[in-house]
Nanobody
């Protein structure tokens, strides 16, 4: 069972950037590499929503609201998935979570603590 450790969140003004990182601890590379992994976020009072995913072939998928602003990447050797966020908007304020997903976008592992991103003007 992986332990998901997210980091990199913080406070930023609109138009700013942040880089989130998630480490899948307790997994070996041969287990991590074939996984579809990605990021979700949950804003106060809202459902958790998909932000971006990256598959083993490094094909990416983004929510319409973040296309052109966010970039997801993975490092299989370090068992990490990263999210570079640029041109942040107040609507991006949320707790961001990473996980691995099935082909129907169901989470594979227990959710971690997440990392808070707050965009304020």
């Amino acid at each position: 069972q992986a332990q998901l450790v997210e980091s990199g969140g913080g406070l930023v003004q609109p138009g700013g950037s942040l880089r989130l990182s998630c480490r899948f601890s307790r997994l070996i590379t041969s287990v991590f590499s074939p996984l579809l992994v990605g990021w979700y976020r949950q804003a106060p009072g809202k459902e958790r929503e998909l932000v971006a995913t990256i598959n083993p072939g490094r094909i990416t998928n983004y929510a319409d609201s973040v296309k052109g602003r966010f970039t997801i990447s993975r490092d299989n050797s370090r068992k990490t998935v990263n999210l570079q966020m640029s041109n942040l908007e107040p609507e991006d304020t949320a707790v961001y979570y990473c996980n691995a997903f099935t082909t129907t976008n169901e989470p594979v592992y227990v959710w971690g603590q997440g990392t808070q991103v707050t965009v304020f003007s």
